[in-house]
């Protein structure tokens, strides 16, 4: 038998689209708990649990990571954007109006994680292949099939 | 889910070290991404687990450095990292290759190089190259700071030599011979966020179509990484016609089956590596 453990609480600070948090919380709580459960969040979903699927991309100092991979405590000090923060002034992202436009939405659940790798990818590199793309959104898993237009919405997006 | 736990961001080797000889239930983690899937999926492996020490922030552990003979990668670099350094895809090419090849980019932000050998499944990408670049290991406890080859460091599957108390600081790479050509092969069962099935890496030293030295590993079709020494033997000397390259092809499958004995996968996987071995030899050796 395992002994419970007393867990000590973590004290984290981070920056949330730009907006700076502080928290206490347990130390066996991933980043996506932090995110829908405390912060109320929910444009990050959750599907695998285990780094797989890309529902719960969100992007950590410029990088995209899966949220249900990080623990609490790893996030303390970093620059965390989500779903939420794509939007300016309740303006919708340029790509996010050409997933609506090309058809890149079935049932929305991989949406975020896809918006988001894609935005990482455009921000590194601002003119990619259409293979960097796919290399770009192959750790985001869309069970509607909807890959072609999904890599189209994000060709589209190319300036 | 993830079990009752406590965390702690260790700032210096040494603190990390001092924390981990304090708790046998300690475990340090860098990118996670086999810990948590671990906790997840309630894996035998991560049940003892009750401190986490994060190694993230120790910048000793973060660096990439170039010597005269040699490269040093610090533990907590990742794959990304790894890419995107100039250094890297300079003078160890199969490496990234072999890393470009692991899980997504998000896992590959995360998870480090180092992670990946010391978690040491069968399929760990980075494994058969660095076993071809004769890489090195420095392990540091509080009592010594030491450094063995990569191959001796690999015991079984998820099992090494490292013990509870000892931290992987950075792997050494030496600096290999500018006439040395290689490449590395990856088979999965599909083309992106593959688990291997397959993995081989090979360099080669040629001196006027005759073999001057030659390293060859093979990953996840043996159980955990290995270099093929007596194949390496009997290919040096040899001229690298295709006859040759086919009966070395034979004799490299032979003795994986030696290895692994009869599987049910034998009679595909035979074949496949075979022929794998043999196209990669070929496009070395008629670069």
Not at chain 1, 6 to 14: D, E, G, S, Y
Not at chain 2, 45 to 62: A, G
Not at chain 2, 189 to 204: P, Q, T, Y
Request: net charge positive; with cysteine; hydrophobic share 40%.
């Amino acid at each position: 038998m395992s002994k419970i453990v007393k867990m000590k609480k973590v004290k984290i600070k981070f920056y949330l689209n730009g907006e700076e948090f502080s928290l206490v919380t347990e130390p066996n709580r991933r980043l996506i708990d932090l995110l829908r459960e405390d912060l109320g969040l929910t444009g990050t979903k959750e599907g695998c649990a285990i780094g797989e699927c890309g529902a719960c991309t969100v992007i950590i100092d410029g990088k995209t990571a899966n949220s249900c991979l990080v623990i609490a405590g790893q996030v303390d000090g970093c620059k965390i954007m989500t779903i939420e923060g794509i939007v300016t002034n309740g303006k919708l992202h340029p790509l996010q109006e050409n997933f609506l436009k090309y058809g890149a939405i079935q049932c929305g659940f991989c949406t975020p994680g896809m918006v988001l790798s894609s935005y990482a990818l455009l921000q590194e590199n601002s003119h990619p292949t259409e293979d960097e793309i796919k290399e770009a959104i192959a750790g985001n898993l869309c069970r509607c099939t909807g890959y072609k237009q999904i890599i189209e919405a994000v060709r589209k997006s190319i300036r | 889910m993830i079990p009752q736990l406590n965390f702690v961001k260790a700032n210096t080797v040494l603190s990390a070290i001092k924390l981990l000889s304090s708790d046998k239930n300690a475990r340090l983690i860098a990118g996670g991404t086999d810990v948590i899937p671990g906790f997840q999926i309630e894996s035998k492996r991560f049940k003892d687990v009750k401190l986490l020490i994060d190694i993230n922030s120790i910048k000793e552990l973060k660096t990439i450095k170039r010597f005269k003979d040699r490269i040093e990668i610090g533990s907590a670099v990742t794959f990304s990292e790894l890419i995107t350094s100039n250094i890297i895809q300079s003078e160890f090419p199969l490496l990234v290759n072999a890393a470009s090849t692991v899980g997504s980019v998000q896992i590959r932000n995360l998870a480090t190089l180092a992670g990946n050998f010391i978690n040491n499944a069968s399929c760990a990408d980075s494994v058969p190259p660095l076993l071809v670049y004769n890489a090195r290991i420095e392990i540091r406890s509080l009592k010594e700071t030491r450094q063995i080859s990569l191959e001796k460091f690999l015991l079984e599957p998820y099992r090494t030599k490292l013990k509870k108390n000892e931290i992987v600081t950075k792997v050494v790479l030496p600096l290999t011979n500018k006439n040395v050509k290689g490449d590395f092969y990856k088979l999965g069962r599909r083309r992106a966020v593959a688990i291997s099935r397959i993995s081989l890496a090979v360099l080669v030293e040629l001196d006027n179509s005759i073999i001057k030295d030659i390293r060859i590993a093979s990953g996840a079709v043996t159980p955990i990484g290995v270099r093929f020494y007596d194949l390496e033997k009997f290919a040096i000397g040899e001229k690298v016609d295709s006859d040759f390259l086919k009966k070395l092809s034979i004799e490299l499958g032979k003795t994986i089956l030696k290895v692994t004995g009869l599987r049910w996968s034998s009679p595909y996987k035979l074949q496949v590596v075979q022929q794998m071995f043999y196209q990669l030899l070929e496009k070395v050796c008629n670069e």
